[in-house]
């Protein structure tokens, strides 16, 4: 038979406390404080758990536990604190328990945890956007790498700051709808069509973070595209035309190469290398030369480096031609780790020095009389990026090359045939050929003494 406890009084209760140590052991003293368990009658398990006092206290914590067996286990249910229950509280909170779990099964852990979860979830739908889009923007600027990972998370910040918080900031997570994404959107959808649609894209993000925690309302994404926005707002296609960066034409390169190479400075040399390589401005600028191989001739532009791949793992490969090798092996090695550096220490050259490059080019033509390097189709004047439309135009016309070439040549990996070639070895070969065939098309202008 069970032993017997004395049922004590609320008096004898008050008086209990913490208890000593009995005898010495590895980690404890004889005679040291130490937390005792009184056993208070009246409810078989009941007992009031007394700790030894802190710095500065008379006495130590005590609280109510219900030692008992739920199924197979023995557990200790936590009562509350003492005298905050009293012990007739205490007394009659454990004979409820008891009773519960002897008459129907009831697991107090299992319900305690049930409560908790579904306290969790609630809070979890309580969330309003913009906590979510906080969330979101610090995992964005641990995940951002590249060149320049403050500028993508500042113009991340700039569409959530701008467009984002001040329509859906304070909506609840789960009573976002449709409908707000719609009025969030709708002021730039026309106006700033491209804008508009990356604003789309960044609130999708933010909402996909919560969609499996069953927050949205019935688990749909309010800000996807397809079935969804697509219903309300005019497809961006109709609205906007995509305007392509301005080209000098392949017809006009040979004119506006001997304009080039007439300019001794850094930024013309990085321009001619960017011609003769087909690279993107931002991967001449940011070429460093232990990406070079001379020997070899070919220029590694790591993955990461090129823009729209997305597995930064492959590399692009570039055949360098004669003249790209007499640009490198003439630039200036002042121990900097780029090869085109920028004026007045700084490590490369600034964003704008190629664009502003082809537009002096332009003046002085149009001030010898000529007509200078304008995009009919746009009227403006065109820029270092659209060298590689220029390329592209050569290649087609002029290149007696298969598309997939030339596709491979300006870091494409769009088409199954690009991508079936890139896996075949980036067909270097081939698009050695197509990079010789460019350099002596556009050099076909050139001064005899500047050859």
């Known amino acids: 038979m069970p032993k ?111 409560t908790k979860s579904a306290l969790i979830a609630e809070q979890a739908k309580q969330r309003t956007f913009e906590q979510i889009a906080k969330q979101y923007y610090e995992k964005k600027c641990l995940e951002y790498s590249g060149r320049d990972p403050h500028k993508q998370a500042r113009r991340l910040k700039q569409h959530l700051d701008d467009y984002c918080i001040p329509a859906l900031g304070q909506i609840i997570m789960g009573e976002l709808s449709p409908r707000h994404v719609v009025q969030a959107l ?58 392509h960066q301005p080209t000098v034409g392949y017809e006009a390169l040979p004119r506006f190469w001997n304009l080039l190479i007439d300019r001794d400075t850094i930024p013309a040399r990085a321009l001619e290398f960017q011609i003769l390589t087909a690279a993107r401005p931002g991967e001449a600028r940011f070429a460093e030369w232990q990406e070079i191989d001379l020997k070899e001739k070919v220029w590694t532009v790591p993955g990461w480096k090129v823009k729209g791949r997305k597995d930064k793992r492959k590399d692009h490969k570039v055949p360098l031609t004669a003249r790209a090798v007499a640009i490198l092996r003439s630039a200036p090695r002042d121990g900097g780790s780029y090869v085109f550096p920028g004026y007045r220490g700084k490590p490369c050259m600034s964003e704008n020095a190629l664009n502003l490059t082809v537009k002096e080019i332009h003046r002085t033509d149009v001030k010898n009389g000529g007509p200078g390097f304008v995009d009919p189709e746009y009227g403006k004047v065109g820029t270092a990026h659209g060298m590689r439309s220029a390329f592209k135009d050569y290649a087609t016309e002029m290149g007696k090359v298969e598309d997939y070439v030339s596709e491979l040549a300006l870091s494409h990996l769009d088409s199954s045939s690009a991508r079936a070639a890139y896996k075949r070895g980036q067909l270097l070969p081939k698009r050695r050929r197509l990079m010789n065939s460019f350099e002596k098309f556009v050099q076909r202008e050139m001064k005899s003494e500047n050859r």
């Open 186 to 243: 709708g002021p730039i959808w026309v106006k700033k069509t491209p804008t508009a649609e990356r604003v789309r894209a960044t609130i999708e993000n933010v909402c996909e973070i919560v969609r499996y925690d069953g927050v949205l309302t019935n688990g749909l994404n309010p800000a996807r595209w397809k079935g969804n926005l697509e219903h309300f707002l005019a497809d961006p296609k109709t609205i906007h035309s995509e305007e």
């Open 4 to 114: 017997m406890v004395v049922e004590m009084s609320a008096l004898e209760v008050r008086r209990l406390g913490h208890g000593t140590v009995k005898k010495t052991g590895r980690k404890s003293k004889r005679g040291q404080p130490t937390t005792a368990l009184h056993a208070v009658g009246g409810v078989s398990g009941l007992y009031l758990c007394c700790r030894p006092p802190a710095a500065l206290q008379a006495t130590g914590a005590r609280s109510w536990i219900l030692r008992t067996t739920v199924g197979s286990r023995r557990v200790d249910l936590g009562l509350g604190g003492f005298p905050d229950v009293t012990l007739a509280q205490a007394r009659e909170r454990a004979r409820e328990i008891k009773e519960r779990i002897r008459c129907d099964g009831y697991d107090p852990i299992a319900a305690k945890r049930a």
